[in-house]
């Protein structure tokens, strides 16, 4: 990211990057969450999500298999499916988890991995399947033949696993002699080895995008942009007007009443509220606010503000920490 900010910690659609994760499974109410992290993220992470969270350093960056390795102290014998994800992928959804945690269960699987169709699926771990459609293996395209680097089918990196084989079969990973690492990906071998197969079960994602990593500030527009899209549209579709979406922004916490217009330029950003049948922008950015129901709010710029129902604000308003203000029209 070129950034002195840890990568996780980088805003999407007003949440940073590992509260998007950390919210899609906080819905699957699970007994024990553990971030992982390296010493020089734990303190920013630490004061922004204090701790509902445990917090383990991994010392060395030594992969993945590593990294999960590092928990084992904190979760072992607390449950029974181990849930791993990685941390800038913000855009997976808890149904998609739950939907993992169910296959695992349902074949007594030692691993359930989420796979997704890439195109190209170049950079991928592919994912291999017999002719009866079973999970065979997990190459790595340093190591695939060109057949199978045309396969389409890639791993997400997202795993779940039967958490009494799991957490022994790590000391069996071995350090990759290329680059030192150990990965989590090797047990997908282990388990195939252990059990043969329909050890291990994959989930075909049915957005690609619930995969999308994040690993520099294009990638970080492009997420959200899809966040986003998911958020205007749930709009639309509980009963809110937005004239032009790609001209419209709306964070992760904000709320609007039905029957409210979007006009273009809007951005609604933190915890702002908006009630019932308001008309809001054109042009108009509305940070931590409260427009009551049948407002009317237009090229104003407000942080803080409380707006009564029936206000007409605008144009050319700033609102900066008010507390409320009077039904009257505002305007330069």
Known sequence: MRSALPKVLHPLCGRPLIGHILAAVDALQPAISTVVVASDALDALRARFGEQYRYVVQAERLGTGHATLQARPIMREQCDDVLVLVGDAPLIRSATLQRLV??????DALVALLSFTADPPTGYGRVLRDAEGNVTAIVEERDATDAQRAITEVNSGILCFDAAWMWPALDRVQRSPVKGEYYLTDL???AIADRGVGAVQALLADDPAEALGVNDRAQLAQAERVLRMRLLDALMRSGVTVVDPVTTYVDVDVAVGQDTTLLPGTMLRGSTRVGARCI????????DTIVADDAQVRYTFAEGAVIPAHAIIGPFVYLRGVQSVTGEIYQA
């Open 280 to 287: 809001i922008g054109p042009y108009t950015s509305l940070t």
């Open 188 to 190: 997908i071998a282990l």
């Open 102 to 107: 169910a296959l695992r269960r349902e074949y």
